[in-house]
């Protein structure tokens, strides 16, 4: 089954008791309660949550020589807009040396290379925005995710809210565990680079360059 928007609001409503809804007009709190959450940043969110091998890009990205450091670090280099989590900064395009000296600040890398490569996850159309890419644990995982957010406001039941908590976190630890089964790169320890702090993951289907971002 295709994943859709109205497939989401409705396994939503599924976890917290609440009938579906027949269409995304519908004019019903609990739509305008989806829609609230929805346009809050949900699909940022859960794929915030982890190191999603579907959503995973990778990129080189050469310095912005607009921008000159006042000290330290030489070169500085521009986060991507559809930049969600780093997952590895490398000195090399196979991503076999983890670049150690790189900083994260306010939209930019900091590093004293004039080339970086960096995989990330991505909210782009082709990557974690592309519903058609979403396995299976992880739809589930946005639905229980939105169902627990609406669920006092729609509901005003503590203890549904609860049991919407924990089938969330199931629901994330599964997605998780599939995703690391799927994951076929080698990984590094995790807080390796002072960007990331979160690991590896996989997905060197750019080979871009940026200031002109490829792929």
């Not at 982890?50 to 280099?77: E, H, L, N």
């Not at 058609?132 to 644990?137: A, G, H, Q």
């Not at 924990?166 to 565990?177: Q, S």
């Not at 799927?182 to 750019?206: K, P, Y």
Request: hydrophobic content about 40%.
């Amino acid at each position: 089954m295709a994943t859709t928007k109205l497939r989401i609001y409705n396994g939503a409503l599924d976890v917290i008791g609440q009938r579906p809804l027949a269409s995304l007009t519908e004019e019903r709190p609990s739509r305008r309660a989806l829609d609230r959450v929805w346009d809050d940043g949900a699909i940022d969110d859960v794929l915030e949550a982890g190191q999603w091998y579907f959503a995973t890009r990778s990129v080189r990205i050469t310095y912005d020589p607009s921008i000159t450091p006042d000290w330290g670090f030489k070169r500085v280099f521009e986060v991507p807009t559809d930049h969600i989590r780093t997952t590895a900064v490398c000195q090399d395009e196979m991503f076999n040396t983890p670049l150690l000296d790189v900083r994260e600040e306010a939209g930019f890398w900091y590093a004293s290379l004039d080339t970086i490569f960096v995989r990330y996850v991505s909210n782009d159309a082709r990557y974690g925005g592309d519903m058609s890419l979403w396995p299976p644990t992880f739809v589930e995982y946005f639905k229980a995710r939105m169902g627990f957010l609406v669920a006092i406001p729609l509901t005003q039941d503590k203890k549904k809210a609860d049991k919407a908590e924990a089938y969330m976190t199931k629901c994330l630890r599964d997605a998780k565990t599939k995703n690391a089964m799927a994951d076929s790169s080698t990984s590094f320890a995790e807080g390796r680079w002072t960007a990331a702090r979160r690991g590896l993951n996989r997905g060197w289907r750019d080979g871009g360059n940026r200031g002109s971002l490829l792929g």
